[in-house]
């Protein structure tokens, strides 16, 4: 039975009993609400052939993307993947497999799966590969598509209850659960609820709700009853480990655009 004090001591506690070819959901949008102190203690913990799903795969040297350098991951599932150059070397030189999904339908294949909802309908990819299969998922060393996606259904609805609308296409898209999740909070108490802070709660909330076993770092743990109902933004039904990691901690940005002194 699961204790209402989720509270573990360290970020290595926390990551200990993740295995060998776990499938984690990993929270982040861009480099806003990387899990790195999780991510950061399994790389020490030494787990491997790890099957991602993450919006994006971190940077060069930061987030994901320390994992996915020191050869960690064998499979990513995401949508945004354009700011790391050893993902698409190795991508693209057949080490590592690509499932590609549109942004939208990632965040509500983990959503739903964490719902107890196993596939859902939804018009985004109707017409392209992501419906009609052949979008490359890995390559051979000497840059031969050996592995493609699959086509999926697609069936026509007419959404209700507006006269006016029209028949259209939808492409069936199945939810994706995990044994693991990852993620980062601003707040959270001993119970699991969770505040998420902007930019991190854009992905972090459907990667909680994915993983059968979902693990928060969090910047400040407070007691249960402080924070208001209203502002807990994932409940801690969903959380089942918590560690605090202080607010001390980096927050890179992705891309620094700064404007000389006196321009306009």
């Known amino acids: 039975m699961m204790s209402l004090d989720k509270t573990v001591a360290t970020p290595a506690e926390a990551v200990a009993d993740i295995p060998t070819g776990a499938s984690l959901a990993v929270a982040g949008f861009g480099l806003s609400g990387n899990p790195i102190q999780l991510i950061e203690a399994l790389l020490e913990q030494g787990a491997s052939d790890l099957s991602v799903v993450s919006n994006n795969c971190g940077v060069d040297g930061w987030g994901l993307g320390i994992l996915l350098s020191a050869g ?97 296409q939808y492409v069936l898209e199945e939810s994706i659960v995990t044994d693991y999740a990852l993620v980062h909070a601003l707040r959270g108490d001993r119970h699991g609820n969770l505040v998420f802070n902007k930019a991190a709660r854009q992905f972090s909330p459907p990667v909680a709700m994915a993983g059968r076993i979902c693990i928060a770092q969090v910047e400040e743990l407070v007691e249960p009853g402080e924070i208001d109902p209203d502002e807990v933004h994932l409940p801690g039904v969903f959380v089942h480990r918590i560690v605090e990691v202080g607010t001390e901690i980096e927050k890179p940005i992705e891309k620094r655009t700064v404007q000389k002194t006196g321009e306009q």
Request: hydrophobic fraction near 30%; avoid cysteine; glycine fraction near 12%.
């Open 72 to 168: 960690r991951i064998s499979k990513m599932t995401s949508s945004y993947v354009g700011e790391n150059k050893e993902f698409a070397r190795q991508y693209l030189e057949g080490e590592l497999e690509v499932e590609l999904v549109p942004q939208g339908t990632l965040a509500e294949k983990m959503r739903a799966g964490g719902s107890g909802i196993a596939a859902f309908y939804t018009r985004s990819g109707v017409g392209t590969q992501v419906a009609e299969g052949g979008l490359p998922m890995r390559y051979d060393d000497a840059g031969n598509v050996v592995k493609a996606s699959s086509p999926k259904d697609v069936r026509a609805f007419t959404p209700g209850p507006a006269r006016d609308q029209q028949e259209q």
